[in-house]
């Protein structure tokens, strides 16, 4: 056992022991020294709680080990065993359990003085008056052998259930991660889908007109200076048809356009939107989504999860 740790023990000892510790498996001094380590970390305090708490969503499942074991070593027909059978056939962690009790019963019938009874032979008339002690120390030693099994038995049920209990803690953490998984891949599926509609939405049909706006390759290269490139002025609710002309638009498959305002605040993002044969890239705006005020409009490349700035373009929106 690692000493050094908070109370005697290493963290992780502690954390490795504490099915062991809920199932009563430990010696003397294994369990003190995880006593130890608890009155001083919190941290496996708050695990040995979450481990009593699957041990007892466990025991309400499945029978004790206890009685599983009785089960594999009962020379008779046990009440519950019907019970067990059935529990066994539909569950395969007892019926593995189930199999190592009667392996360990054949094991501990099968050695030396393994539980075989030997009949005192008959003494005679001369041994008489030694009968009762005879007796006695073979009472005695049926008591010593029935003891014994009983503690064996006992010790085997509280190492089957700290080993259950164990592969119940692994399986509720990798059950934990899978939910957390499936949790963020629904969180990205409904954020492209809301993405996927937005675009949607932008490519409808033109309300009340329709407001052409091209902007050249050369306009982007003056989005660092002080004056706009060009000034845009909407009318009422038409919509805004942008083309934005780009230097070697093959270079990426697809691009992704940001409407930002100067300071710095995301208005809208589109994704995936690819050039068409002239190399420029053709949205179709709501006039809602082109407010008033300076905007600026930076276009990525996209190649994988990667963006590659390649050009960027300042609008001055008027409405009238």
């Not at 954390?15 to 809920?22: D, G, M, T």
């Not at 969503?57 to 009785?70: D, F, G, N, Q, S």
């Not at 005679?124 to 006695?136: F, N, Q, T, V, Y």
Request: aromatic share 4%; with cysteine.
């Amino acid at each position: 056992m690692k000493t050094g740790g908070t109370g005697g023990l290493e963290h992780r000892d502690c954390l490795e022991r504490l099915a062991w510790f809920v199932s009563g498996a430990l010696d003397r001094d294994e369990r003190e020294a995880v006593e130890r380590h608890l009155g001083a970390c919190e941290a496996c305090r708050t695990e040995l709680a979450r481990t009593r708490a699957v041990a007892a969503l466990h025991a309400a499942a499945h029978p004790l080990t206890e009685r599983l074991i009785a089960a594999a070593w009962a020379a008779d027909h046990p009440p519950d065993s019907d019970e067990i059978e059935q529990h066994v056939a539909e569950c395969a962690d007892c019926r593995e359990e189930l199999a190592l009790a009667r392996a360990s019963r054949a094991l501990e019938f099968s050695g030396t003085g393994g539980g075989e009874v030997v009949a005192l032979a008959p003494v005679g008339s001369a041994g008489r008056p030694a009968r009762w002690p005879l007796a006695l120390a073979a009472t005695l030693a049926v008591a010593a052998l029935t003891w014994g099994l009983l503690e064996a038995r006992r010790g085997e049920a509280a190492r089957l259930d700290a080993a259950r209990l164990a592969g119940r803690l692994r399986g509720a953490e990798q059950q934990a991660e899978l939910a957390a998984a499936a949790r963020a891949a629904g969180e990205r599926e409904s954020q492209r889908v809301r993405e996927l509609e937005r675009e949607v939405a932008r490519r409808r049909a033109p309300r009340a007109g329709l407001l052409l706006v091209e902007l050249l390759p050369e306009l982007a290269l003056r989005a660092a200076s002080s004056a706009p490139s060009i000034e845009l002025v909407r009318t009422g609710s038409a919509d805004i048809a942008l083309l934005l002309g780009l230097e070697r638009a093959g270079a990426f498959a697809s691009y992704t356009v940001r409407a930002r305002r100067p300071e710095g605040g995301e208005l809208w993002k589109l994704e995936g939107v690819r050039p068409d044969e002239r190399g420029t890239l053709n949205l179709l705006v709501a006039a809602e989504d082109l407010p008033a005020g300076l905007l600026r409009l930076e276009v990525a490349g996209e190649r994988g999860a990667q963006r590659s700035p390649v050009a960027a373009y300042r609008l001055l929106v008027r409405a009238m």
